[in-house]
């Protein structure tokens, strides 16, 4: 059975009292000192609280909001903002594959896939505004369409 | 005093220790000294090293905290657990997730290197 302390003082006290809820406690033992704080810098860096500087050459303070994840949440504005309506055309391509057998299966790590490449890119564009228009694509010709995304095939 | 007493007292200060523990608190006794200048001396080298990234370290060895005055007339070193804050919780719990070292628990003062939040896990 756990007895808690800190946890078990309401929120409102604990922040009268100082108690940051961000607090980390660290209790130092034996261990080599260079292995402890290279666990904690390697800790530090995967949780994006510290970034290399190559200016500096060293470890410096990221700042909140400041790593390459948190600016493309912000783009994608998942805090309620409403997003900016794009509507220029992406021109994309990828080498035509097919899963044979077992794709489900190598999502929950189970078996290997079976897939095969086509001799064959497809490019694709996708267009907001329903219509694909662009110099670009005249070297191709409309296969099919998916919501806004055309499928397009090279002459 | 009766035997009920005696074991209200003992249970409540928690100085009923078995002979096994008895034996291995002399045992460790031996040795304090020795481990608390290490683990003071390692928790110097942690606090100095997330101090000079800039995070906010809270140990009485480093120049800038408070009654550091009134701590050093009051204890020869200066302890072996700190604290540090880094602005947002969130970031911590994955700090406090992403050590392989420091082991997650709520304890301190054994020979091996612990990390926790207080106010989420104590």
């Given at each position: 059975m756990f007895i808690f302390s800190h946890a078990s003082i309401d929120p409102a006290t604990r922040a009268a009292r100082g108690l940051p809820e961000d607090?980390?406690?660290?209790c130092v033992g034996i261990e080599d000192a260079t292995d402890l704080v290279d666990?904690?810098?390697?800790?530090?860096?995967?949780?994006?609280?510290?970034k290399y500087s190559t200016?500096?050459?060293?470890?410096?303070?990221?700042?909140?909001?400041?790593?390459?994840?948190?600016?493309?949440v912000q783009k994608l504005a998942l805090d309620g903002e409403k997003p900016v309506p794009d509507n220029s055309e992406w021109f994309v391509s990828a080498p035509g594959k097919v899963i044979l057998f077992g794709e489900h299966a190598v999502v929950h790590g189970v078996v290997r896939a079976l897939h095969s490449a086509f001799n064959e890119t497809k490019f694709g564009v996708d267009c907001s505004s329903g219509i694909?228009?662009?110099?670009?694509?005249?070297?191709?010709?409309?296969?099919?369409?998916?919501?806004?995304?055309?499928?397009l095939r090279r002459h | 005093m009766c035997v009920q007493q005696l074991a209200f007292t003992i249970n409540s200060v928690g100085n009923a220790l078995t002979p096994g523990d008895s034996f291995l608190l002399l045992r460790g006794i031996k040795t304090l000294a020795v481990r608390m200048d290490r683990q003071q001396a390692n928790a110097q080298i942690v606090a100095s090293y997330l101090h000079s990234?800039?995070?906010?370290v809270h140990y009485p060895g480093l120049p800038d905290h408070p009654g550091r005055e009134i701590h050093q007339r009051l204890a020869e070193g200066n302890g072996a657990v700190l604290s540090f804050e880094t602005g947002s919780k969130e970031l911590s719990e994955k700090i406090v997730g992403g050590t392989r070292l420091w082991g997650i628990s709520v304890s301190f003062g054994c020979v091996n290197s612990l990390i926790s939040m207080p106010c989420v896990m104590s």
């Open positions: 607090l980390i406690r660290l666990d904690l810098e390697a800790a530090l860096r995967e949780a994006g609280a510290i200016a500096e050459n060293k470890f410096i303070l990221a700042r909140h909001g400041d790593d390459p994840i948190s600016r493309a694909c228009r662009s110099a670009m694509l005249r070297s191709y010709q409309f296969a099919s369409r998916w919501k806004n995304i055309c499928i | 990234l800039g995070f906010l």
